[in-house]
């Protein structure tokens, strides 16, 4: 018995469903990630919730590429889970914590209280867009 490979493409069938979930999934987040954003906007007041050692901590423009390689990652999750059934749990997951996210950014927005900083030129510039 062989192991199958940890990375390889979904078998046609499935091909059409993993990108329907994945799909809906970037739909929701980009409805209640700016919809948050914007319902946030209407509330009057703000949470102050920043500590005094944040503001010594050094702004490393070159660590937004780690942040953003969770969205490889997302992307390759059916590259990996290759029905609907081993994706849907991930979905499930992402799909309720996105919700959970929107809702306490709606009731509880928070004040930013870092100095506005300058995205550096380049490509990493771009990215902070």
């Given at each position: 018995?062989?192991?199958?490979?940890?990375?390889?493409?979904?078998?046609?069938?499935?091909?059409?469903?993993?990108?329907?979930?994945?799909?809906?999934?970037?739909?929701?987040?980009?409805?209640?990630?700016?919809?948050?954003?914007?319902?946030?906007?209407?509330?009057?007041?703000?949470?102050?919730?920043?500590?005094?050692?944040?503001?010594?901590l050094p702004f490393v423009?070159?660590?937004?590429?780690?942040?953003?390689?969770?969205?490889?990652?997302?992307?390759?999750?059916?590259?990996?889970?290759?029905?609907?059934?081993?994706?849907?749990?991930?979905?499930l997951v992402l799909v309720?914590?996105?919700?959970?996210?929107?809702?306490?950014?709606?009731?509880?927005?928070?004040?930013?209280?870092?100095?506005?900083?300058?995205?550096?030129?380049?490509?990493?510039?771009?990215?902070?867009?």
């Amino acid at each position: 018995m062989t192991t199958p490979p940890v990375v390889a493409w979904p078998e046609s069938a499935e091909r059409t469903r993993l990108a329907l979930l994945s799909a809906s999934f970037f739909v929701v987040f980009v409805v209640l990630f700016w919809g948050s954003e914007y319902l946030a906007m209407q509330v009057p007041w703000r949470l102050h919730v920043d500590v005094a050692w944040e503001h010594r901590l050094p702004f490393v423009a070159w660590m937004v590429w780690i942040y953003l390689s969770l969205d490889v990652l997302l992307v390759l999750a059916p590259l990996v889970l290759r029905s609907w059934r081993e994706l849907l749990p991930l979905w499930l997951v992402l799909v309720g914590e996105t919700v959970v996210a929107a809702v306490l950014f709606v009731t509880l927005p928070i004040a930013p209280q870092f100095a506005p900083f300058v995205a550096p030129d380049g490509v990493t510039g771009v990215a902070f867009v």
